[in-house]
Every structure is written in C-alpha cells, then in structure tokens.
C-alpha cells in the first residue's frame, strides 16, 4: 500500500460548483466570520483567515465542510500542503468470488479484477473532533469534453496516467487510439464536474475533472465514513477536492463517500449509482406522461413572471404610425416600414420590441395595456427544451408526437429514461441519444452517445434533457464531401393565442454538416452538428432556399419538397394547439397585446408510414426565442417589414408568409 504522488491542476475563473447556492452577500461573509472568533486569534494571519472565510464561507457551508477546520483548510491552502499521505493509503486487492461482479460488469471495466480502496494507515487513526482532520485532494486532469480526445492524444503522460487510474493494462508511449476509446468510456466512473456562473455561454459550459489517484479510489458508500467536496479557492484561482471525517476512524478502517450525496429518492439513487453498481430496473416503467400541474406552477415561479390582467383587444387605426422602441440592432437598422417610427423613448412606444425577456406583465396590462409587445407570458413552455417535451404529450394524450424525438427529462424522469434504455439494448434497438441543456442553443454542452454512464452522469452538470438521437436521418449529397446531416430553420410568427393565428415565413434556412454521416465519432462536431457559425476556422456551407428545394427534389424524387412543408407546418400547428390549449401557467398566456416570432429548428428522419412505406417524418429539435435574424437581413433586407407588417398591422397578404393556424 502506498500513497501515490498528485498532480496540480487549478483553474483561473470563479466557480459555481454543483448544488451549491450562490454564495451569500459580503454582509452575511462577514457576519460568518465574526462567529468563527472562536478560531480566530491574532496577527496577519488572522487577517488572513477572517479574508479567507469572508469570501468562501457560503461555499464552505454549502458543501458541508464543519467549521472546525476552516482554519486548517486555510493554513494547508496557503502552505500548500498535502498530508493525506501521511493517514491514508490505497490498498489494492483481487476481486472476491463472493462479491457480485457479472461478467458484462467485467467487460465493461476491465481492470475491475483488481481492485482498490483507500484505507486509514496511520497507528492512531483519525479523530473527527481534531481540526486538522482535513485533507486535500488534487484534481489529475481538468477538461472541457469536446476537448478530451485532443488532449489524450496530445499531452504527454496523460494517457498512460489515465490508463493506470482507471485499471487499464496500457504501457505504451504513443497514444492507442483503442486505449483512448476505452478510457473516454470508463472515465464516466470517475468524472467529477462543476461549472462557471459568470462570462459567456460557451464559458459556462460545464468542467469535467479527475481527482488524482488517492482521490479516485474512495469507493461509494450508502453510509459514507468521510465527505468529499469541490472547493474553489478564489485567491489563489485554484479548484480542489476536500475530504474530512464523519466519525472517528481506526488504523484499517475503509475511507468512503457517497457518490448521490443529498439523493433522497431510493429509485433515483439506484439509477445513479448504475455506472458502480449495475442492476435490472425490472419493476419500473418507462411510460412517460405530462407532468402534473406543480410542474409548471413551479417554472413559472422561477421564472418570477408577473402575469398580466385580462384586457381587451386594441384595434390599431388604419392611419396611425406606430412608434418602435428596441435596443436591436438588427431591428432598428432594418426596419424601414413607413408605418413604423422608431423612438429612443420607450414611454412613448406603441411597440417595445425587446431582447430580454419582459417579466412584469402585469405592470404593462396595468399602466400600458396597449402597448404591443414581441413576447407572450409563458412562452418558455416551448422555448426551454423541457417544457417543449411536457407540453407536446398533449397531443397524443401521453406519448411524444410523431414529429419530436423521443424526449427525457433527466432531472425528473432518469428512471424512466434508464428503463427505457435497458429495454431498447435487450430489444437489439439502436441506443445512441443526444444529451442537451436545457437552455442553451448553438450545440453548447451538447452531448451524443450510446453509454448509459455518460448520460446519468450528465445529470450531475446542469439540467439536461436525452433525447433519441437520429440514426436513421435524411441526408443532403453535398458533392464535394458526400452525404451530411443539414437542419432547416423556418421562422414562425405567433399574431395570437386566443383564437390561435400562427403564420410561417416562407424563406427558410438551411445548415450543414461538413463530413460525411456516420454513426461514430460522435465528438467530431464536423460530422454530427450543424451549427457552422460560430465555430472558429470551418467551412459555413451556405445554399439559398430556393436553390435547395430544386437539388433536394432531385436527390428525392419522390419527396416533392411541397408534400414535405405541409408535414412541417402540421407539426408546428400541433405544437402550438397543444401550447396554447390551456391557460396560463399551463400554456401560453393568451395576452391579446402579445407577438412574437420564433425561430423553430427541425431535421427529417426517415420512418415507416402505415403501409409499411419509407416516409420522411420532421422532427422538432427546438425553438428560439429571440433569434439571431442576421442572415435573415442580409439576404432578405425587407424580412423586419415583413415580421412588423404580419403581427402589428394584419396585413400577412402583404408578405411572403404562409398562414398554419
């Protein structure tokens, strides 16, 4: 037995780490650390400490650590000290034929023969009550997960490191490109994550980290003999992981945690603790339904939407300009209707054409009832990937519709999900599914693969939903690469709920994947996304809609591109119906001073008809509010005129729209 050497690793940005709350005000710091006295003598480092716990001590108590070794934790930070070595060791040992071990288990890991756990080694054992009880754990490889291939087979020792962490018989130099595969499927036993709370979207894209070798091999317990939790040290703009006692331990005795810590659901924590302990779901259903009204009076709780007053409908006179008020660009640079004014006052607007989401309706519906908005109450319910999913069982009373993928929400619905996946591999069904945040567009933390690990563990970052992955989708022969995934993007403009007048640009957008379909590689963003414009130095394939339709027909003979539109505009009708089918905060709040237009993203799939037939079947993949309409004005300057002219005068005649409900 022996304590293995660590490697650093920091991070140079303040984190947010999983389950925890935002730390509280500088007031509340302050009063923490005015109750730490008790551990708090005098001079330059008690100046330092009082810093110390004025800064972290919301994130110190969020993870559990007790206050007794908050100093200690300090003084170890600061000293750089690693004593774990000094109390504990990894003991290795050959697995049991009495413990249950199944051969697919052994497959799947396969330096599970051997196995390994951390024991205590020091001859007095360790005191709970003592405050230097206390212990740091380096992290062995932090990493984003669209980067883990490249940095396997790039930075030298990290491969071989990884390989002998996870058990892995591997003692080349050159990276193995199977020793690659196997470690980014088993390294789902050993991820740990957090995410950052401040910059851009792609910054908050959830980390991924490794603790190093003593770290790693604290097994689970349901009844843990320590506690582990990220820490992030602001001053030093470093990430740990800190363990510390739940009771007294003797020389020998087993250093555990649990890995759901704060589960409280036994059929949840079953399902996360799957990737360790496999097991059969027998008993459980994989029907999914909507979900009960709670549901969504708690979004709309967090939401912190003010829901307006009944009001009547306002007929706008025949004569009258409207004044805009919008902090867009692309709005205020490209609308040139002569019945629109634009106004840098939003007092005086009779439209207010806004970015950010409008929470105080009722204020409007108070004070300004007339005053014409772009976005409806409630509306997140089609626009937030899991509410889409709920609201879409409407329309068939349970399961998904036809034109949305089969869709989980891995916060609420993981054992179902699980179950659903265990039936499909005993079936022999494909099981490739695409993990997504629920709030994030442009494939952000998006996520696609066949191993159960991987998705369970997704739950852990931040709120996602799984859905099937298309296997089987229609593809477009671009001649200089071969045949690629592509999504089409229609803007819809929604003029009313109450009744529903649901209108369709009919320009649409086409995206392109850059490499040939296939189902593998599923980290090559080139092959399986098509989002190409924001991705640095790619090619952004770009063909106009009414040069799409001739090659698509060409390529499908016997698809006109007619009979495909009116599958789509069913679907987005069916979506809207079914949204707007109850009220608020059920459904899309039917405030008659309401508009919107939003951008709804749909691949095809190939499926079977009634009679057996190949058919091509859309599938919804999301909506945007507030999309990004930048190739919409540069290539059609007259697409605001046309929105503005549809949803504020009536008059969709006018304009290259189409009328879906």
């Not at 071969?482 to 003029?495: E, H, N, T």
């Not at 640009?505 to 098509?530: C, E, G, I």
Request: net charge negative; hydrophobic share 35%.
């Amino acid at each position: 037995m022996n304590y293995l050497p660590q490697c650093t690793a920091g991070s140079a940005v303040t984190l947010l780490l999983p389950g925890f709350p935002k730390p509280p005000p500088r007031e509340e710091y302050l009063a923490i650390s005015m109750s730490t006295n008790a551990v708090i003598m005098n001079g330059d480092e008690d100046e330092e400490f009082e810093a110390f716990v004025a800064i972290h001590a919301g994130a110190l108590q969020s993870s559990g650590i007790p206050v007794t070794y908050w100093r200690s934790l300090h003084h170890k930070i600061t000293s750089e000290i690693y004593d774990a070595g000094e109390v504990f060791g990894i003991m290795q040992y050959q697995q049991g034929d009495d413990e249950e071990e199944d051969e697919e288990k052994k497959k799947d890991n396969p330096g599970a023969g051997v196995r390994c756990k951390v024991v205590v080694t020091r001859d007095s054992g360790l005191q709970a009550s003592e405050p230097t009880s206390v212990f740091l754990v380096d992290h062995a490889w932090t990493y984003r997960v669209d980067h883990a291939r490249e940095q396997l087979e790039q930075i030298p020792g990290l491969l071989p490191r990884m390989a002998a962490l996870m058990g892995l018989d591997f003692h080349g130099e050159a990276p193995d490109p199977d020793t690659v595969e196997l470690v980014m499927d088993l390294m789902w036993k050993y991820n740990q994550t957090y995410h950052i709370s401040q910059g851009s979207a792609e910054v908050k894209v959830p980390v991924w980290y490794i603790m190093d070798e003593f770290g790693s091999q604290v097994q689970h317990s349901d009844h843990p003999s320590c506690g582990m939790a990220p820490f992030f040290y602001v001053q030093g703009q470093l990430a740990y992981t800190v363990l510390w006692p739940l009771q007294d331990l003797q020389e020998g005795d087993e250093v555990t945690r649990d890995y759901t810590y704060g589960e409280t659901n036994p059929l949840v924590k079953q399902c996360r603790l799957l990737p360790w302990k496999p097991a059969d779901l027998d008993g459980v259903s994989s029907v999914t339904t909507e979900p009960s009204d709670s549901y969504y009076e708690t979004i709309a709780q967090e939401n912190k939407e003010q829901l307006p007053l009944e009001i009547q409908p306002h007929t706008v006179p025949e004569d009258k300009i409207l004044k805009v008020y919008s902090e867009m660009s692309q709005v205020t640079n490209n609308l040139t209707h002569p019945r629109f004014q634009l106004t840098e006052d939003e007092e005086e607007a009779d439209i207010i054409w806004s970015y950010n989401h409008i929470k105080d309706y009722r204020k409007l519906s108070e004070e300004r009832p007339h005053v014409m908005l772009n976005q409806f109450p409630c509306e997140s319910l089609v626009t937030v990937k899991d509410c889409l999913a709920a609201v879409a069982r409407r329309v068939k009373g349970g399961p998904a519709p036809d034109w949305l993928p089969e869709t989980f929400n891995l916060q609420t619905e993981l054992p179902q999900f699980t179950r659903h996946y265990q039936l499909r591999q005993q079936r022999g069904e494909d099981n490739h599914w695409i993990c997504k945040p629920w709030n994030l567009a442009r494939g952000l933390d998006t996520h696609i693969t066949s191993n159960l690990d991987y998705i369970i563990r997704q739950r852990e970052s931040t709120p996602k939903v799984v859905c099937k992955y298309l296997e089987d989708p229609v593809l477009f022969n671009r001649e200089e690469v071969g045949a690629v995934k592509f999504d089409i993007r229609y803007m819809l403009m929604l003029r009313s709920v109450q009744p529903l007048r649901l209108y369709a640009y009919n320009v649409f957008w086409l995206r392109f994947a850059n490499r040939p379909f296939s189902l593998d590689h599923f980290d090559d963003y080139q092959k399986h996304f098509t989002v190409m414009n924001y991705a640095e130095g790619v090619e952004l394939k770009q063909v106009h809609y009414d040069d799409f339709i001739p090659m698509f027909e060409k390529q499908y003979p016997q698809y006109p591109w007619k009979e495909v539109e009116e599958k789509l505009f069913k679907a987005f009708k069916e979506l809207f119906q079914a949204a707007s089918s109850r009220p608020a905060p059920y459904g899309i709040c039917a405030y008659p001073s309401s508009r919107a237009i939003y951008a709804v993203d749909l691949m095809l799939k190939w499926s079977r008809g009634e009679n057996g037939e190949r058919i091509m079947q859309p599938q919804i993949l999301e909506l945007n509010f507030s999309p990004d309409c930048a190739r919409a004005c540069l290539y059609h300057p007259s697409f605001y005129n046309h929105m503005f002219e549809t949803l504020f005068l009536d008059q969709p005649e006018q304009c290259p729209v189409t009328q879906i409900a």
